[in-house]
């Protein structure tokens, strides 16, 4: 099944964690996309087998139908190309969701900037043809696409492991991140990845952010979350 004819390619979500397909369900968009979503295996099986969807991106353990689940339903009666997205890191996860017919595997947490490069690789498309992707709260703007933030229009001086560990909260909202979680996301593997440092870049990004700061709440006991402004 395909809808190759239609100017903008249109994905299938199948992702339960209201936080995680938000944002991917707002970066597919912000670049451009059709998005549909599913928060269920068993409605995102009977969607990709009912409609035409240029690609999928497939959560592993998910309710009503797992993903191999889904998968094997889909084996024979789907064309359309299928990204796995999973917290799943093992060899045999991998091994068994490319023997059920996915044409790619990208293990949780990841950037979202990867996944897209991810889709436009499976769907032919230019990294050109993507639109400027830019993240806003209050007076503050993430560009993801040139690394940058603003405040009210002014330069925000982050270095780069600071905007690492707000692009990684800012696109989780409501949700309560570890300082594990923030730290092998966001900060170099090899690099000083301890709760200190992530603790000192989240106070000196908390200071640099001014009253917007305040969105990074501390999470006692676990770490931080990014609280969104409510929407209009």
Same mark, same amino acid.
């Given at each position: 099944?395909?809808?190759?004819?239609?100017?903008?390619?249109?994905?299938?979500?199948?992702?339960?964690?209201?936080?995680?397909?938000?944002?991917?369900?707002?970066?597919?968009?912000?670049?451009?996309?059709?998005?549909?979503?599913?928060?269920?295996?068993?409605?995102?099986?009977?969607?990709?087998?009912?409609?035409?969807?240029?690609?999928?991106?497939?959560?592993?353990?998910?309710?009503?139908?797992?993903?191999?689940?889904?998968?094997?339903?889909?084996?024979?009666?789907?064309?359309?190309?299928?990204?796995?997205?999973?917290?799943?890191?093992?060899?045999?996860? +991998?091994?068994?969701?490319?023997?059920?017919?996915?044409?790619?595997?990208?293990?949780?947490?990841?950037?979202?900037?990867?996944?897209?490069?991810?889709?436009?690789?499976?769907?032919?498309?230019?990294?050109?043809?993507?639109?400027?992707?830019?993240?806003?709260?209050?007076?503050?703007?993430?560009?993801?696409?040139?690394?940058?933030?603003?405040?009210?229009?002014?330069?925000?001086?982050?270095?780069?492991?600071?905007?690492?560990?707000?692009?990684?909260?800012?696109?989780?909202?409501?949700? =309560?991140?570890?300082?594990?979680?923030?730290?092998?996301?966001?900060?170099?593997?090899?690099?000083?990845?301890?709760?200190?440092?992530?603790?000192?870049?989240? =106070? +000196?990004?908390?200071?640099?952010?001014?009253?917007?700061?305040?969105?990074?709440?501390?999470?006692?006991?676990?770490?931080?979350?990014?609280?969104?402004?409510?929407?209009?």
């Amino acid at each position: 099944m395909s809808s190759r004819d239609r100017s903008t390619p249109t994905i299938l979500v199948v992702e339960d964690d209201p936080a995680i397909a938000a944002g991917v369900v707002r970066g597919l968009k912000g670049a451009g996309f059709d998005v549909e979503l599913a928060h269920d295996g068993r409605r995102g099986a009977e969607l990709a087998l009912a409609r035409p969807f240029d690609l999928v991106i497939l959560d592993l353990m998910l309710p009503e139908l797992g993903g191999f689940e889904v998968l094997e339903l889909w084996r024979g009666r789907l064309s359309t190309p299928v990204i796995v997205l999973s917290a799943r890191t093992e060899l045999d996860a +991998r091994l068994q969701a490319f023997a059920g017919g996915a044409v790619d595997y990208l293990p949780k947490p990841f950037w979202i900037e990867e996944l897209l490069a991810r889709v436009r690789a499976r769907l032919r498309l230019p990294d050109a043809a993507a639109p400027t992707r830019r993240l806003a709260f209050d007076d503050a703007v993430l560009d993801l696409d040139a690394r940058t933030v603003t405040l009210a229009g002014e330069p925000l001086g982050l270095t780069a492991h600071e905007f690492n560990v707000l692009l990684y909260l800012v696109e989780r909202p409501s949700r =309560a991140i570890t300082r594990r979680q923030l730290a092998e996301a966001a900060l170099p593997a090899g690099g000083d990845r301890s709760e200190r440092t992530v603790d000192s870049h989240v =106070a +000196r990004i908390r200071r640099k952010l001014g009253l917007a700061g305040g969105r990074i709440a501390t999470v006692w006991g676990i770490g931080y979350r990014f609280d969104a402004p409510e929407p209009p």
